[in-house]
């Protein structure tokens, strides 16, 4: 794709002081079998070497952009916001400024989007893995019968991994994008993912699309994990901390789903994606 050209795609990389990792985050994003992107590198004002990574990019791929906001906002919501004002592609997809995405990850969830009209947003699985292990994503692989959403399901719980999702981009903005209240920074995706379910169409893909980095560090992010919920639960009528399940019974649910989560997200996704057949498509 040249620079002139329209991308079908804008890609919304929120950042802030990850010089670490971005470059890896980006090598992901060039090496889509997927071409027709763009990717809005949005910085939080950073104090490394983030822009300077970002810049050397962007230096020898046009498809790359890089913005700075004035001032740091600390919200996650602030930056991906800024994405999706700038967007010029029909879809919008996120990712985070450490994530990985694999080489097919838009390549699969456009060919979805274009062949069902009615859908807002596809997600996909996310495999997490530590610095020190990738055997984690394997216990945390989802049942797929329990990654459908729609409004009722996700008001119990959040299935959809932000650096997962695409969306059709007319769809967030009608919406007003990510709600920037500080009481719901951490949160903020989830509370629009309920947003686009009031009234919209979400779709789960069985496939392994990337790799979620975790750490302590982006575990602070979850702060007051019981407050943040709370907070919904009062003002977005959402469910999370009423229906949540007791520890037995989320032990129970994940062992009774494990067969099934191996089976088509390691087993079924890899044959169909080796025959060209699309993907499986959960929605309710």
């Keep these: 794709m040249t620079s002139i050209e329209t991308p079908r795609v804008s890609v919304v990389i929120p950042a802030f002081n990850m010089e670490r990792h971005i470059g890896a985050t980006l090598d992901s994003l060039q090496s889509q079998t997927f071409r027709s992107f763009e ?3 949005v910085d939080d004002c950073s104090t490394d070497n983030t822009a300077l990574i970002v810049r050397a990019r ?4 046009p498809r790359v952009r890089y913005i700075r906001l004035e001032s740091n906002s600390n919200r996650p919501a602030v930056p ?4 999706i004002a700038e967007a010029r592609g029909e879809f919008v997809a996120f990712l985070d400024h450490d994530d990985l995405w694999s080489k097919r990850k838009l390549e699969r969830q456009v060919s979805v989007l274009d062949s069902r009209p009615d859908l807002a947003l596809v997600h996909s699985c996310l495999w997490e893995f530590t610095p020190r292990s990738w055997l984690r994503g394997l216990v945390y692989l989802p049942n797929p019968y329990r990654r459908r959403a729609d409004y009722e399901t996700l008001r119990q719980h959040n299935v959809v991994q932000c650096s997962s999702a695409v969306a059709r981009v007319e769809i967030l903005r009608d ?3 990510f709600d920037e209240r500080l009481e719901l920074r951490t949160v903020e995706d989830y509370h629009l993912w309920l947003r686009v379910a009031r009234n919209h169409k979400i779709a789960y893909i069985s496939e392994i699309h990337g790799a979620y ?3 302590r560090a982006g575990a602070s992010g979850q702060e007051d994990w019981l407050g943040r919920h709370a907070y919904l639960d009062e003002q977005e009528s959402a469910l999370v901390l009423k229906s949540r399940p007791s520890l037995i019974r989320q032990v129970s649910r994940k062992t009774a789903g494990f067969p099934l989560a191996l089976y088509f997200h390691l087993l079924e996704a890899n044959i169909r994606r080796a025959l060209r057949k699309p993907p499986r498509v959960w929605e309710r």
């Design 39 to 41: 990717a809005l590198v």
């Design 80 to 83: 991906r916001n800024r994405g």
């Design 58 to 61: 962007a230096a020898v791929d």
């Design 175 to 177: 919406l007003g994008g």
């Design 213 to 215: 980095r975790w750490s």
